[in-house]
């Protein structure tokens, strides 16, 4: 079993940065491909962003590209996301989350998440 715990949350003004460390626990996710999701009050959960096991190929969403980047350190078994220029429709809740195998954007493939860590952005 697989314990995900995210930290990093708070609040900042608009054009400033955050980042958000998950850290594992119980097993290793050296070869489990992570990811951060999103989900802000009154919507559905979002994908944000995606890296595979060997940490060589990532995915963002549009509405991030550019300006986050999500990486990993095996060794650390922890994955972190760096947010910069964060807008206020950044603000949400952030939970990581990792699976076996390959990269997904979608949720429902994802065999371990996280408690989430607030994430609030103001104008």
């Known amino acids: 079993q697989v314990q995900l715990v995210e930290s990093g949350g708070g609040l900042v003004q608009a054009g400033g940065s955050l980042r958000l460390s998950c850290a594992a626990s119980?097993?290793?996710?050296?070869?489990?491909?992570k990811s951060w999701f999103r989900q802000a009050p009154g919507k559905e959960r979002e994908f944000v962003a995606v890296?595979?096991?060997?940490?060589?190929?990532?995915n963002y969403a549009d509405s991030v590209k550019g300006r986050f980047t999500i990486s990993s350190d095996n060794a650390k078994n922890a994955v972190y996301l760096q947010m910069n220029s964060l807008k206020p429709e950044d603000t949400a809740i952030y939970y990581c989350?990792?699976?076996?195998?390959?990269?997904?954007?979608?949720?429902?493939?994802?065999?371990?998440w996280g408690q989430g860590t607030q994430v609030t952005v103001s104008s």
């Open positions: 890296i595979s096991w060997s940490g060589d190929s990532t």
């Open positions: 119980g097993r290793t996710i050296s070869t489990y491909a």
């Open positions: 989350a990792a699976k076996r195998g390959v990269r997904s954007t979608n949720g429902g493939d994802y065999d371990y």
